[in-house]
């Protein structure tokens, strides 16, 4: 039987291993990362496993089974720069317990191969490329774009993955590993404050948002802020200011819509004088993407309409974006009633950040996750907390799915 | 006879020497600045002159009359990086020809002193002290604050002085150049769209508006863009959105007020996070302390009721305020009746920026100034401009003006 307790103990060795009073420090490709990864091997050590680094440095541990039809478990150790202690590695540590627990119960020999995978390079925190590895693995990486890629201190993507023994030309062949997988598992704490707020510990994700990311730059004139009258001003800050508004009942008028503006700049940006420029961000998310691309195209009427009346000009350019990504419908059943059968309850709810899951279930493998509760909504810093009797749901509750998944794999 | 050609012939020979294709580069304490500064020298030659430099480095040019009392003629030589080529020097080397022309017309003895200031740093582009050498002579420069004051490359205030020859701690001394002033005269363009708007050439200044500037930040919640429902966030750019908003209507109450909010920088500031903190800068000024203190109490209000609504908070910080201070009431209409000898029309209308005059005034001084038409209420940039027979109106309008307040002094 699987031993949630072994999870939390093992979570709280790696917290004091790699935090510091800021928050958890697991950057990929840095020290402390590496640091991790190997506590990590130690833990392999006596398990009935082989384990090997592919192209992308991703980390795969095999339990081979009758069949060599796989079902993976994923997460990924790496964190942002002072980050929370369960993002990423609690997916990893729970899919090693599930691991663990399955090859003893079927004595070393399951019907099925099982693996567990840490990703490499989830967050993209030093050098702007999340779902590094996933993406490697699927095959929607580009290498083109990461050659050019630096962290703040010039340090090229190149560089910092030769130091970790990665050859950035070879990462394309990580997609060797999609090979006989029927199926993937992926258990995150949600990084929101929806199961909290209904009070439900556990819930199965439909899939996750898809997403538009655009810088919106209104174009006015810098004026001195003492000569020139209100109603002779051209204030691209009065523009952006109405579409940092406007963008909340756009979102509003669908219930799992969201769109943000985070960061706004001014230009010259100083106390004496009217904005001539103003840089902003859009982010906007919905997992429908008919909803997505009517939000996209209201935004960008509504800035318009903003830029005309306070006389500047807008334009918008694309940051990134990607498509909404439903999950596998049965296996999101399989997930539901193994969060009912362990937690009483459960909830079905989209993921709004994007997780490595997406890459898998992009690519056409069989794909769920499982969210836990977090305490406050909060991720991607120190506060970031989930209650140890959740932590320890969320471990039976992604046992009893891994079980209910072999099933399911038996039966195609 | 006073020649506006002359004045137009300087300003030329002027910006070829100090200005590059960016626009003019009189900062004060720089080597361009010492060679406007050297060049103007040359230009007093084998004038019937006195000169010298004070103690805070304003250059003062005096020509002898009947009686010690004085009127003083004044502007500035320094500009802002990337400056405009009438902004300061205008109003010295218009002085300079009414000076000159009052000397010969008085045969050297004008029945009192007239005298002529080039202000140091008027601009305070450099080290933030706007003002500098005007209020080093009315005795409101504070050197303490002074001493710490540092240029971005991290030199001292102080040693950028000494390489200029002045010693910081003794800029007070520039006050003994009080004595004997009867009247201040300053010519400057508008910097602003008025006059153009109102098709007239100039006008007179009832005085310079007093100015509130503070620094208003909001504290909300940073949450993960994709995550956080729009209804759990707590958005601190939200709550600065409305108040950049609001301050225009409560500005567009009074006739003269205005408000801008000139910076806005959101924390974490990416586009992947609701903004947890956004700091911005408020600037109000109005010519009636009564109206201004009603703005600044309106405002804060305003930004504490929509931090409730954003489930924020907010602090407000001074950042730096003055009174508005009004010009003389018979020197403004000796002005008015300079213009329209001259021009036919005249304005009456404030200054919104700051001025030398300003600190002239505050001492008690009888002190006015006249502002000439600038196009497109442009400033502080290259773009910078005035026609050149408003120019020209401007140098006989205020040649007028002195010969009128020799005669008010003569009355008193």
């Known amino acids: ?19 510091d009073e ?42 081979k089974g009758e069949s060599e039809k796989a079902l993976v478990l994923g997460s990924h150790l790496d964190s942002v720069p002072n980050g929370g202690w369960l993002d990423g590695c609690l997916g990893v540590l729970a899919g090693l317990e599930v691991l663990t ?36 693995f699927a095959g929607s990486h580009t290498i083109e774009a990461d ?29 060797r590993e999609q090979k006989n997988i029927a199926a993937y598992l992926e258990l995150h704490i949600e990084q929101g404050p929806i199961l909290e707020k209904l009070n439900k510990p556990l819930g199965e994700v439909q899939g996750t948002k898809g997403v538009e990311r655009w810088a919106v730059t209104f174009h006015g004139q810098e004026a001195h802020s003492g000569s020139t009258p209100m ?42 004088a009217v904005v001539g ?50 999950f596998h419908p049965e296996l ?20 709004g950040p994007l997780h490595d899951a997406a890459e898998v279930a992009r690519i056409g493998i069989p794909t769920v996750m499982m969210f836990v509760q977090s305490l406050n909504g909060l991720s991607h810093n120190r506060a970031e907390d989930t209650s140890r009797a959740h932590i320890e749901q969320a471990v039976i509750a992604l046992n009893r799915l891994a079980e209910k998944t072999i099933g399911w794999i038996q039966q195609q």
């Open 22 to 63: 800021q928050g958890a420090q697991r950057v990929a490709w840095s020290p402390v990362w590496l640091r991790a990864r190997a506590w990590f091997e130690e833990k392999l050590k006596d398990l009935p496993i082989e384990h090997h680094y592919d192209a992308a440095a991703n980390h795969w541990i095999t339990v």
């Open 147 to 175: 050659r050019v890629r630096t962290d703040r201190e010039g340090t090229t993507l190149e560089a910092a993955l030769r130091s970790c023994g990665v050859d950035v030309n070879r990462i394309g062949d990580a997609n």
């Open 332 to 351: 999101i059943k399989l997930c539901d009633e193994a969060i009912i059968e362990t937690a009483g309850v459960s909830e079905q709810l989209p993921s």
């Open 101 to 136: 627990s399955l090859a003893k119960e079927y004595n070393g020999k399951p019907p099925f191969t099982v693996r567990l995978v840490d990703w490499a390079d989830e967050e993209g925190a030093r050098f702007g490329r999340s779902l590094f590895g996933s993406s490697a």
């Open 277 to 326: 420029r103003c840089e902003t961000t859009l982010d906007m998310r919905d997992l429908d993407a008919k909803i997505l691309s009517e939000m996209l195209r209201e935004a960008r009427e509504a800035s318009e309409r903003f830029a005309r009346e306070e006389r500047c000009s807008v334009e918008w350019s694309k940051i990134w974006s990607i498509e909404p990504i439903p």
């Open 231 to 272: 109603d002779a001003r051209r204030d691209a800050l009065a523009a952006a200011a109405k579409l940092a508004l406007e963008i909340r009942p756009i979102a509003l008028r669908h219930p799992q819509s969201v769109a943000t503006m985070g960061s706004v700049k001014t230009f010259p940006g100083i106390v004496t």
């Open 1 to 19: 039987m699987v031993d949630p307790k072994a999870v939390l103990h093992n979570l709280d060795e790696l917290r004091a291993l790699t935090s």
